[in-house]
């Protein structure tokens, strides 16, 4: 049996999709607002993993587009918990593109999102008993 009081909390959280066409644009890469979408919600899923509370995104912060992210790659997205306040905490999100037929590996987008726990009545509460 797991004693799950033993374990060292979750703080990271992958995820990997490829790039299909239903989701670029007109330049035939990805659309930006739809990396938000999806840096947003894995980083929200990082963030309830590790604190098992409801969580509210109060802010994103210091997001890089540094490469386009063409149709047909493939990204990973790591987020990882990096730093945990008294009734917030912060995620870092990266986002790496790897080709289909060959091997590659390059940081494409980063940036960081903070999370609020709250109680039922939307009240901030602290993130960690
Ligand atoms: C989340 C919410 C309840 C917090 O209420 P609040 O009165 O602003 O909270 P407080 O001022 O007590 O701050 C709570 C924490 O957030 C942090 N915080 C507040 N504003 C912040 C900002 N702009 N950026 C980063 N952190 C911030 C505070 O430092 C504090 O952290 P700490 O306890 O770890 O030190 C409220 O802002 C809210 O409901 N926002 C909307 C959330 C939302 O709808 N998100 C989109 C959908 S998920």
Not at 16 to 33: E, I, M, Q, R, S
Not at 46 to 65: L, M, N
Not at 86 to 101: A, G, P, Q, R
Request: charged letters at 25%; hydrophobic letters at 40%.
């Amino acid at each position: 049996m797991v004693n799950y009081g033993q374990m060292k909390k979750n703080e990271e959280t992958r995820l990997v999709k490829a790039v299909f066409p239903n989701t670029t644009n007109h330049y035939d890469t990805l659309f930006g607002g739809t990396a938000l979408q999806l840096m947003d919600e894995i980083a929200f899923i990082c963030a309830t993993r590790y604190c098992h509370k409801r969580v509210v995104t109060i802010k994103s912060d210091k997001v890089d587009f540094k490469h386009p992210i063409p149709a047909g790659t493939i990204i990973e997205l790591i987020a990882k918990v990096k730093s945990v306040g008294k009734t917030s905490l912060v995620v870092h999100v990266d986002i790496f593109l790897e080709e289909m037929y060959q091997e590659s590996r390059t940081k494409v987008i980063e940036g960081e999102f903070t999370f609020v726990a709250i109680d039922e009545n939307r009240n901030p509460i602290k993130v960690l008993d």
